[in-house]
C-alpha cells in the first residue's frame, strides 16, 4: 500500500509510555518532524494512546501540531506517519490507538477565524481537515486494512462526550479508533 520510497527514515525512542518517531521532512526547508504515540488512558489492562504528529520546535522541545509547514512533501509526510502504525501495534499488540486532528478542537474555528484568508462563513473548510485526511485513506484502502486491524468512527455528542460505532465508509468522523485484530 505504501510506497516505501515515498517514506523518510524515521529514528525511534521508545519508553514505556511514549513511543516516538522523529525524521526530517526535507523541501523548501529541513524540518525535523515527529510522530508521537503518547496513553491517553488506561482501559482494562490496556492502554489507549494518541497518534500526535508535528513539527518540531528546538527551542521549547515542543511538538507544534496546529501549523502546515507547506514544504512541497505532503505525501512523503504522510506516508512516513502512517508507516509508523505498523511499529506501534509491534510493540502494543493489544493496545488501540486514537487518531484526531488538532483543527478538529472545539477553539479551531473561533482562532482561525482571526487569521483566515479564505474568508468562510458558514462552515470552515480547514476544521477537520486533518481527520479527514486519515479517513480518505481509511475509506480507499478500507478492504486492505481490516484485514489486519479494526476501525471504529467516533464523533462527540451534545454532551461532548465521544460515542463510536463501527467504521461505516465515507461517513465523517471526529476521531478513528484502531485496534489490531489478533
Known sequence: MLNKEL???VNEIYSEKELT??????GK???????????????GGNYLYNLGFGDYNVEN?????????NNNDTYRVFNTV?????KFFEKH???????????????YISQCIKNCIRK????????????NIYNAYINKNFETLIVEYQFFGGNKDQREMLVFENYLRFKKYDFVLILKKQ
Do not use: H, M, W
Open 93 to 107: 499488540k493489544n493496545d488501540y490507538l486514537i487518531v484526531s486532528g488538532s483543527d478538529g478542537e472545539a477553539d
Open 61 to 69: 522541545d515542543t511538538i507544534i501540531d496546529d501549523i502546515a509547514s
Open 7 to 9: 517514506i523518510y527514515k
Open 29 to 43: 526547508n529541513d524540518i525535523i518532524k515527529v510522530i508521537q504515540y503518547s496513553v491517553v488512558q488506561k482501559i
Open 120 to 131: 468562510c462563513t458558514i462552515e470552515c473548510k480547514k476544521y477537520n481537515r486533518r481527520i
Open 21 to 26: 518517531y522523529t525524521f526530517i521532512s526535507k
Open 82 to 86: 502512517l508507516s509508523t502504525i505498523p
